[in-house]
């Protein structure tokens, strides 16, 4: 048994190996694509040789392994087990008395050995790589800033230069609408230069760019030793037709350096997290110190004073109460005018201060909640290899369907599912506004009960997709009725026995008169025996059964009236009238749980009056029976 349990597992393997193998791959392939697809403007007409993009598609491939993991694990599985229902292997495995998670065995241990994988490079090698394509995209930005500049902003990306473009000709490369503002060693010898239209280009040793500009105007400060003696103005205006300007610009390929990334918390692994994040800690919190005494030394004053006139100031405060109106009135308007005019401009200051140290703040809260979202992150995306698998690998046992058509419409969806949840929790958690375990565990906790919901489902052959058992359910729990469906039966064994069965339906008819009397249906249920104090109705349950047994007795007939009268017996609801569940304690917690209480109690009531007209429509219905019987069949 032992043996053949391993040989089993080898079999398993082996078909998951390679389906992992070329899943993983694809996924891979189409992370990439995505990615690309983002930076693709980096990276046209930049000239960059075939060692720097092959560095870039090395590195942003070992960025994605971690998230291609999860996916390709997902769909694997999801094949492979789907390839065995398919092909009846996984029947004969179950015939053999090898349960679903027996077979799971092989898969789990792996799977956890790739969780602990992508946690492993999550930490060592992927930082790595992140670091290294962060440099390489600055540096490949850049890289020929004639094709970066974008339309309608500053661009920052010549050195002591901001460029302002209002339009750009992507054919051509002529810019029109140019601002420039020059700024090199202070504002003394700042420029603004205003031109109709013009166009930027790399020397031919990629050490300048050539600005031709044509039909504008040139406004320039003069150094102070050039003003030293002299009286003229303090700045020259120039009026150009056309004019060219050499700005200083390396264009080679250099990469970026490392400092600049200091904050990118994607690139440090978590003992560096954790470092990181206690430093910023300590930083931004001497920070906040520093604004507090600031703000409390310049609007909360408090002069140092001996004992002797600290009382007496009490003293004099106590005996006659401040009336700053009063005071206020006895000023001139050209006094008050002042006084509100510093109280204004006051204020004004004070608000300016208080926005530029809540942008600091605001600025370093993100970054340590980037640091903290990175560091569940390294845990989150092992986890979710482990969760995937416990998805994947039930949804095939249960759909029984191989290839790549359903088993890849299914991972898209489930994928689709925990990009919204996990892209959602991240945005919340970078902003802000959730904190960050509860952003960045949302979608494995949401995820996690799906995939023992599947695993269980597989594990006991329930049909999950069974659209029938999914209406039944729904339609239960709003409470809409099925109809009956009785149809003539071809062979008819056993005719059945009217005489017996009108004895029934009249004694069902009495019934049901006396339980209407002592069971005041039309008023609403008492409070306390439906939550607290549960007591069956045995009386419709009997007479229920009753009822289906005469339908069923009278189901045997070959007159068609009467089969038409049968299909018109309501199917009774005999306990959603009496409590909202079975079981006594989620009655009461339903109870105290107001909003729902409310609910199941406005349900019930509504149960009682549909028992009660359909008690009422049986009586019709067993004397329309009775009578047509008597006349036209027994008679």
Excluded at 35 to 63: H, N, P, T, V
Excluded at 130 to 141: E, G, H, R, T, V
Excluded at 284 to 296: E, L, N, T
């Amino acid at each position: 048994m032992n043996f053949r349990i391993k040989k089993l597992d080898i079999f398993i393997v082996r078909q998951f190996g390679l389906l992992f193998i070329g899943t993983f791959f694809i996924c891979q392939f189409v992370l990439m694509m995505q990615f690309l697809w983002r930076f693709i403007d980096d990276l046209i007409g930049k000239g960059l040789s075939m060692e720097i993009m092959a560095q870039f598609f090395w590195y942003m491939a070992l960025m994605l392994v971690p998230q291609a993991l999860p996916l390709a694990i997902l769909l694997s599985s999801l094949i492979t087990f789907g390839n065995l229902g398919e092909s009846s292997e996984l029947t004969a495995i179950k015939a053999a008395g090898i349960s679903l998670m027996q077979s799971f065995r092989s898969l789990i241990l792996i799977t956890v050995f790739i969780c602990l994988g992508s946690f492993y490079f999550q930490n060592n090698i992927g930082p790595m790589a992140n670091m290294k394509l962060a440099q390489l995209l600055i540096s490949m930005k850049q890289k020929s800033p004639e094709l970066e500049i974008p339309e309608g902003v500053f661009y920052d990306g010549i050195p002591n230069t901001n460029l302002y473009v209002q339009k750009k000709n992507m054919k051509t490369g002529k810019l029109y609408g140019i601002m420039i503002y020059r700024m090199t060693q202070s504002y003394e010898d700042a420029a603004i230069i205003l031109a109709d239209s013009g166009m930027l280009q790399s020397t031919a040793d990629k050490k300048h760019l050539l600005l031709r500009l044509w039909s504008g105007e040139w406004f320039e400060n003069m150094q102070a030793q050039q003003l030293a003696g002299s009286a003229a103005v303090p700045y020259r205006r120039e009026t150009f037709v056309s004019k060219h300007i050499v700005l200083d610009f390396d264009g080679d390929f250099n990469i970026a350096d490392a400092a600049s990334l200091s904050n990118n918390a994607r690139g440090k692994s978590l003992a560096q997290i954790s470092n990181d994040i206690d430093s910023l800690n300590h930083t931004y919190d001497s920070i906040g110190r520093a604004f507090y005494d600031d703000s409390k030394y310049a609007y909360y004053v408090t002069h140092k004073l001996s004992k002797r006139d600290s009382m007496l100031a009490v003293k004099k405060g106590m005996s006659q109460a401040l009336d700053l109106d009063k005071l206020l009135d006895k000023q001139k308007a050209e006094n008050k005018r002042q006084i509100f005019t510093d109280a204004l401009g006051r204020v004004q200051r004070v608000a300016g201060d208080l926005e530029f140290k809540s942008l600091i703040t605001k600025d370093n809260e993100r970054v340590i909640r980037q640091h903290q979202i990175e560091a569940i992150n390294k845990f989150t995306l092992a986890l979710q290899c482990l969760i995937f698998f416990f998805i994947g690998a039930p949804l095939g046992a249960i759909i029984r369907k191989g290839g790549l058509g359903v088993p890849v419409i299914v991972s898209v969806l489930v994928f689709i599912v925990y990009y919204i949840l996990d892209n959602s929790g991240y945005r919340m958690a970078r902003l802000g506004v959730w904190a960050v375990w509860f952003g960045r565990g949302l979608a494995p906790a949401l995820l996690t009960p799906v995939a023992i919901f599947v695993t269980y489902k597989a594990y006991n052959d329930s049909m999950v997709f069974n659209a029938d058992m999914w209406r039944t359910v729904i339609m239960r729990a709003l409470g809409l009725r099925t109809k009956r469906h009785i149809s003539r039966k071809e062979v008819i064994i056993n005719e059945p026995d009217y005489v017996a069965d009108n004895v029934m339906l009249l004694n069902i008819n009495e019934a049901i008169t006396t339980y209407s009397r002592e069971h005041r249906l039309v008023s609403p249920p008492n409070v306390i025996k439906v939550f607290f104090k549960y007591q069956p109705d045995n009386e419709i349950e009997r007479i229920n059964g009753e009822l289906e047994q005469v339908i069923e007795n009278l189901s045997n007939t070959r007159d068609k009236q009467v089969l038409h009268l049968l299909n018109r017996f309501p199917i009774l609801a005999v306990k959603a009238h009496t409590r909202p569940f079975e079981r006594k304690w989620l009655n009461m917690l339903s109870a105290f749980i107001v909003p729902l209480g409310v609910f199941f109690y406005i349900r019930m009531w509504r149960f009682r009056l549909r028992l009660l007209r359909d008690l009422r429509a049986i009586k019709l219905v067993g004397n329309s029976i009775v009578e047509h019987t008597q006349k036209n069949i027994i008679a």
